[in-house]
């Protein structure tokens, strides 16, 4: 299908970030931490919206666009995290958006240094910090594949 569904509202420091930083929930598995730290807020927001209601087009639309734009900001030497995690309603009304907000993501220069683990199925996947290094658990190939 060819609906093209989403639009994005960029925020920055300049136009709101503080009202998308108010109403995120960042680090759920780091919550002695209160994310972001002082100082470490992501440079700016993209608000991803949706014009129809979200089924699973929508949702492949949603990812196949996250992605793609967490590999331009990478190439371009930045970091992103998507945030799913946010009061929908409150987003939706602070920034006068007509469409119903799915997602957001986060840009801007990483303030720690982030390694991928690898771990095989059944480990946990729950991220952690340890000496100033954020884990990532990823599966290895040979768990990927079936």
């Known amino acids: 299908m060819n ?19 108010a109403n995120i929930r960042m680090g759920a598995a ?6 972001p730290l002082p100082g470490t807020a992501p440079e700016a927001f993209i608000i991803v919206c949706s014009t129809v209601p979200e089924d699973r087009y929508v949702d492949i639309d949603l990812g196949i666009s996250l992605q793609s734009m967490l590999l331009k900001a ?15 309603t ?6 006068g958006l007509v469409c119903e907000p799915l997602a957001i993501l986060a840009v801007g220069k990483g303030a720690e ?5 690898p771990i095989h199925s059944g480990e946990s996947h729950a991220y952690y910090r ?3 290094i954020h884990y990532v658990p990823k599966l290895t190939l040979d768990d ?3």
């Not at 989403?6 to 998308?20: A, E, I, P, Q, W």
């Open 3 to 21: 609906r093209q569904p989403l639009r994005f509202h960029l925020v920055t420091r300049d136009s709101g970030s503080d009202k998308v930083l």
């Open 30 to 35: 780091l919550p002695e931490l209160h994310l």
């Open 74 to 88: 990478t190439s371009e030497g930045l970091n992103g995290l998507i945030i799913c995690a946010f009061d929908k």
């Open 90 to 95: 409150v987003i939706k009304e602070s920034f």
């Open 113 to 117: 240094s982030i390694f991928l683990r």
């Open 130 to 132: 340890k000496d100033g």
């Open 144 to 146: 990927l594949l079936i």
